[in-house]
């Protein structure tokens, strides 16, 4: 994958977070988990730093519980996924639906004003998921707290490709644990319902 090219804003917001980050008291993210972050999602080594940092400290999100992990170790593993890169990718949805608002322009066109964050920070990450040519409309807008924040115009269809980008991601660990789940059915239904002896996912 090529280097992506960052304007001035960009790196400059991306020396602040560095800035913080070296002055925290906390260790930094695990250097395995980053690249884990880099390779699944397609992040920048900044991008994954930084928003792995994020969703540690996020104490609203999503978790598995530890019997859920316990049953999808194996194909978490076998698909390359960590319980906290699934749990990531689990939240990005929500993020979604969280960061969105329909609306239509002046001459009754349907758009989704998305706001800037999490995975997609960058306008540029928008448009290299959505298959964007042409740079979306940003406006700087007010949030609900008060806060100063960065929305993108980004029409319907696009707006698919993104929510698909992560539906992508999903499908091999969801068709995994499919297989898995109908596999210990069948042994179960062939002892006579006592127990199944099928521990790591099939192939």
């Known amino acids: 994958m090529p280097s992506r090219v960052y304007s001035t804003d960009e790196w400059i917001a991306i020396e602040e977070l560095l800035r913080l980050a070296s002055n925290s008291q906390k260790p930094g993210p695990d250097s395995a988990e980053v690249q884990r972050w880099r390779r699944l999602f397609e992040y920048s080594h900044f ?19 530890d019997s859920e992990y316990e049953l999808m170790a194996a194909i978490l593993a076998a698909n390359g996924h960590s319980r906290l890169s699934w749990e990531h990718l689990n939240s990005l949805k929500h993020m979604l639906d969280a960061h969105t608002r329909p609306t239509t322009d002046r001459w009754g066109n349907s758009w989704t004003l ?20 042409v740079k979306p409309i940003c406006e700087q807008m007010v949030g609900g707290n008060g806060e100063a924040i960065t929305v993108a115009w980004v029409d319907n269809y696009s707006m698919g490709k993104i929510y698909e980008w992560v539906d992508q991601r999903m499908v091999p660990v969801r068709d995994a644990a499919s297989r898995l ?23």
């Open 114 to 133: 998305l706001r800037l964050g999490g995975f997609l920070t960058f306008v540029e990450r928008v448009m290299e998921i959505a298959k964007l040519k």
């Open 181 to 203: 789940k109908k596999a210990k059915q069948a042994a179960e239904d062939s002892n006579g319902g006592v127990g199944t002896s099928v521990d790591n996912p099939p192939h």
């Open 47 to 65: 991008e994954a730093i930084y928003l792995l940092q994020e969703f540690l400290k996020d104490v609203t999100r999503y978790r598995m519980t």
